[in-house]
């Protein structure tokens, strides 16, 4: 069993601004009783701070003063748990990354399956979405565009035409399968327009054919507005 002092050990060899749990410090549960007690005695040094419950760091000090660790090394600690993927960013600050618009948000929104995390950046706040599939490091791409697809009315100063065409460009490198597959879980919208853009760049008509039978087909979807160059639009009911 580690002493308080092997625990005092552990955390001293962490990098200052990197973030750290009770899970980086290898402990057993048989432990956390002394490390608690270990990184409370640091707290109060100001040795180490605390950014969110069960989360650590040390200070980087400069010029300026101590600073928080990176937003970087924040999300990194958000997005992935014992090193496996687990959420996704999504909202406007996916949709600005991926040239969708060029509106800047104060909020990263990151999307989980069956987890919720709200914390404060320095520049920006965390809040959690909605993953329609548990998120890996193999399907967290198709999830986002599948998200794009949702939110393609919601997207501030978007051009509705030139997002389709970059749309269009997304899907094409993606993995066609498997967003049919995960559209099965999106809203019957997602689906329909999904099935109108790969039918519009010329996918295989059987595997769109699954597609089609997992939509209503007395539903009907109005976007709002029409695109010239998505054609099969009344192939999918969509207005």
């Known amino acids: ?24 410090l290898k402990l057993d549960k048989s432990e956390f009783t002394a490390a608690a007690k270990a990184l ?52 406007m600050g996916l949709y600005n990354q991926m040239g969708f618009t060029t509106q800047v948000s104060m909020i990263y929104r990151i999307a ?22 548990p998120v890996t490091e193999d399907n967290f791409r198709s999830l986002q565009i599948l998200d794009v697809i949702k939110d393609f009315n919601k997207i501030l100063d978007m051009n509705k035409k030139g ?11 993606t993995d066609k399968t498997q967003l049919i597959e995960y559209s099965k879980k999106y809203p019957p919208r997602v ?5 109108a853009i790969l039918e519009n760049i010329g996918y295989d008509k059987k ?17 709002g507005y029409k695109i010239e160059t998505l054609l099969p639009l009344k192939n999918w009911n969509i207005k």
Do not use: C, H
Not at 207 to 223: G, M
């Open 163 to 173: 997002g389709l065409i970059l749309l269009r460009d997304y899907i094409k490198k």
């Open 112 to 133: 989980f399956f069956d987890r919720k995390i709200s914390t404060t950046l320095s520049t920006a706040r965390i809040k959690p979405a909605r993953s329609y599939i």
């Open 40 to 91: 409370q005695r640091l707290k109060n040094k100001g040795i180490i701070k605390s950014l969110s419950r069960g989360r650590f760091y040390k200070p980087v000090k400069s010029v300026f003063g101590e600073l928080k660790p990176s937003e970087e090394e924040i999300l990194k600690r958000i997005l992935y748990k014992k090193g496996k993927r687990i959420g996704y960013i999504t909202g």
């Open 207 to 223: 595997e769109l054919s699954i597609l089609k039978n997992a939509i209503n087909p007395l539903s009907s979807f109005n976007y």
């Open 1 to 24: 069993m580690a002493t308080a002092s092997d625990i005092l050990k552990r955390i001293d060899k962490k990098e200052p601004g990197a973030l750290f749990g009770y899970e980086d």
């Open 191 to 195: 689906r329909a327009f999904l099935g």
